[in-house]
């Protein structure tokens, strides 16, 4: 599918989104420490924004199957969906060594619980109830032991048949890695080129946006917490713009993207940012790749760039023994509901439009309650009786993993 992208960048100094923080190529020389272990790991923070801008309730793992059968999962001993503010989608940890080394890795998900996972790993809990997450003091764990990473060695992962944005994450320069399982007391080994995890949580979020009542999005950071790095993007039916700032300020304001800037592509302008964190540029290649059909889809987004702070705060993460250096740079993206989807899905709903509701996919919960709360008492009993239809609409396909 194609898109055509404009776009409008805003710049308060000349050398934003350089790729200062990592090197301009790579090789495996380049970005191996001659003397020691270099861990980079890159992750998202994804969650939808009430009109206050706080983040809202929704449901995360409401969606299709979008990871292979050989990752792990997590017991769900729910009936129905689990709500939660946050998807913590996709984090993987990679590790650069001159030579063969072994670690044991471990993070906690505080407010959070840890739901898929590759390769084999302790986890705790084990199963997730309707309450786990109504639970503050909640913290969820993964523990890798005796990760083996290999450089040099041959890369033999495991693919399934058919595409998966899951392979984008493996094409870096970074070790492979080797951990070992078992099966029914039967002792064997997994190989990858990361440690992936993926979860839920409930934690408070380092920035809030708003739409105001001219259309421009308000952005503020928390606790103390600078706007920082961020970009808004919009894609209306298939036309698609981005405006993108640096600030040390706790409170800016965006324009909605209209101008064009030929030349100019969102994804580069992100893997610009990323690299500026921290990132190489493959692995910032593999990161926007892997996110491009999900962030880029129908709708208004921002995205920023998480505070390293709030990061370590949200995932404590320990590594024994401990690297030369560590790099960790997750992208916040937060889903705003304008009052023109608003508008669009209630129209929808009520002439029980398929093609329109599928669009907005898993964020269609939040945005039928903002339909709802926004309608007259008759529009409300309407829409009730086709709301079962809109949310069949979007419910994933059953998997079919045995």
């Known amino acids: ?78 009936k129905g969906w689990l709500p939660a503010r946050v998807r913590m989608e996709t984090p993987v940890l990679y590790f650069y060594s001159p030579e063969e080394r072994t670690v044991d890795v471990r993070v906690r998900f505080r407010q959070g619980v840890v739901t898929e996972w590759y390769p084999h790993a302790d986890v705790t809990p084990t199963r997730i109830e309707t309450t786990t997450l109504r639970n503050p003091a909640v913290e969820g764990t993964i523990a890798w032991n005796q990760v083996r990473i290999m450089p040099r060695t041959a890369e033999d992962y495991p693919v399934e048949s058919g595409a998966n944005h899951y392979y984008a994450a493996r094409k870096t320069d970074a070790s492979p890695l080797e951990v070992r399982t078992k099966f029914r007391n039967a002792v064997g080994t997994e190989r990858e080129k990361f440690l992936f ?103 208004l987004r921002l995205f920023y760039i998480v505070p390293r702070g709030a990061i370590d705060d949200i995932l404590p993460l320990e590594i024994d023994p401990a690297p030369a250096s560590v790099a960790r740079v997750f992208v916040g993206r937060i889903e705003l509901i304008t009052p023109s989807v608003v508008s669009e899905v209630k129209d929808a709903v009520l002439r029980r439009d ?49």
């Open 1 to 78: 599918m194609r898109h055509r992208f404009t776009s409008v960048v805003i710049l308060l100094a000349a050398s934003l989104f350089v790729s200062a923080g990592g090197p301009s190529s790579l090789s495996a020389s380049l970005v191996t420490d001659p003397t020691g272990l270099v861990v980079h790991e890159w992750g998202t923070f994804t969650s939808v924004a009430a009109e206050d801008g706080a983040a809202v309730e929704w449901v995360p793992q409401q969606g299709p199957r979008d990871l292979p059968c050989f990752v792990d999962r997590v017991l769900f001993n729910i």
């Open 197 to 299: 995890y993926r979860g839920i949580g409930n934690f408070d979020l380092p920035l809030a946006a708003t739409i105001s009542a001219d259309g421009r999005v308000v952005v503020e950071g928390s606790k103390g917490h600078p706007v920082g790095d961020v970009m808004l993007f919009e894609n209306k039916g298939g036309a698609t713009g981005y405006q993108a700032l640096r600030t040390a300020a706790q409170t800016v304001t965006l324009e909605r993207p209209a101008a064009a800037r030929r030349g100019t592509s969102v994804q580069a302008a992100l893997e610009r940012m990323l690299v500026a964190q921290g990132l190489y540029p493959k692995e910032a290649a593999a990161m926007v790749e892997t996110w491009r059909d999900s962030w880029f889809e129908e709708g």
């Open 354 to 402: 398929r093609a329109t509701i599928v669009k907005y996919g898993r964020f269609l919960r939040p945005i039928i309650a903002r339909v709802v709360a926004s309608s007259t008492a008759a529009e409300a009993v309407a829409l009730e009786r086709n709301l079962s239809f809109a949310y069949g609409s979007v419910s994933p396909p059953p998997g079919v993993c045995r």
